[in-house]
């Protein structure tokens, strides 16, 4: 379960009904909605939220580190509230489903020190791809 809630909270963020609402949506496991997603589940829990709410919520929530927008082969933005509990993602190539994923090691530490050309590499994204056991069978 992601803790957005509580971090919003903490931090002191004004919490209106819209706000919480789009929260209490996001928050969970395995969560990756599109803003269209977001905005259909809290129009069910608060019917007058509009649209423009919810994609400024999202674009706030975005700016202040609390939520990360998943992009994957072209597919609409997707909105990952676990952006404090470091994991990749397993992306379906057919469906577009996507799971958090805790793989063993450090991928920062895999990139060879001949292969960083001086940077200083400080983030590694791993997304893995294949199909779901729907879209496999």
Known sequence: ???LLERLRGRGWRLTSQRRVVAEVLDGEHVHLT?????????DRLPEISRATVYNTLGELVTLGEVVEVSTDGRAKRYDPNAHHPHQHLVCTGCGTIRDVHPHGNPLADLPAEQRYGFTVSQAEVTYRGLCPACAG
């Open 1 to 3: 379960m992601s803790d």
């Open 35 to 43: 803003a269209d997603e977001v905005h259909a589940r809290a129009a």
